[in-house]
T-cell receptor, first 116, second 113 residues
Framework: AQSVTQLDSQVPVFEEAPVELRCNYS??????LFWYVQYPNQGLQLLLK??????LVKGINGFEAEFNKSQTSFHLRKPSVHISDTAEYFC??????????????FGKGTKLTVNP | NAGVTQTPKFQVLKTGQSMTLQCAQD?????MSWYRQDPGMGLRLIHY???????DQGEVPNGYNVSRSTTEDFPLRLLSAAPSQTSVYFC????????????FGPGTRLTVL
């Protein structure tokens, strides 16, 4: 089973509409969860992360995500999107390798397209 | 700070050629990693390092070698390039632990003919 699954490969929305990008993780990995964003022709940058504490995590650019342990989900939301939010979004989780080292593993990504 | 730098930005190789993708960071980060990004596959971890002298394999290590002789540099070597290695390669680093924010380089677009 995949460590992290992004359920939608593409999400088109209209400007100012709300959006939810879905991410589910395997119960066999850690509960350290991340969302990264990649704008066209750029590297990735961190949007937000959940390590512990409040299950509602607020990030940059008005995004937030909710950690749901019972549903093993970490969905990303924004109440009103802008054209500039058009990008690819990646959910990521920390996995523990043999020997105790940790590695960051990414989902396959969701392309968000915001249309005028 | 320059952050994470990668060279070259673009590279075309013939099958069987070897090359090294360079990655350097000036933030004194301990953790560094290499990913490849392919359409519909997301980012897949190739190799990573938790500090100088320590490296480990990721999800797709075959065909790639790494070494970490200094904190700053983490080169990725392709010993005998294959068309399946055509991809965009990203280097990333973080301060100490994987829970820290990863800082990504701008990427190297590699084509193997």
């Amino acid at each position: 089973a995949q460590s992290v699954t992004q359920l939608d490969s593409q999400v088109p929305v209209f400007e100012e509409a709300p959006v939810e990008l879905r991410c589910n993780y395997s119960s066999s990995v850690s509960v350290y969860l991340f969302w990264y964003v990649q704008y066209p022709n750029q590297g990735l940058q961190l949007l937000l992360k959940y390590l512990s504490g409040s299950t509602l995590v607020k990030g940059i650019n008005g995004f937030e995500a909710e950690f749901n342990k019972s549903q093993t989900s970490f969905h990303l939301r924004k109440p009103s999107v802008h054209i500039s939010d058009t990008a690819e979004y990646f959910c990521a989780v920390i996995m523990y390798a043999q020997g105790g080292s940790e590695k960051l593993v990414f989902g396959k990504g969701t392309k968000l397209t915001v249309n005028p | 700070n320059a952050g994470v730098t990668q060279t070259p930005k673009f590279q075309v190789l013939k099958t069987g050629q070897s090359m090294t993708l360079q990655c350097a960071q000036d933030m004194n980060h301990e953790y560094m990693s290499w990913y490849r990004q392919d359409p519909g596959m997301g980012l897949r971890l190739i190799h990573y390092s938790v500090g100088a002298g320590i490296t480990d394999q990721g999800e797709v290590p075959n065909g790639y070698n790494v070494s970490r002789s200094t904190t700053e540099d983490f080169p990725l070597r392709l010993l005998s390039a294959a068309p399946s290695q055509t991809s965009v390669y990203f280097c990333a680093s973080s301060y100490g632990q994987t829970t820290d924010t990863q800082y990504f380089g701008p990427g190297t677009r590699l084509t193997v003919l």
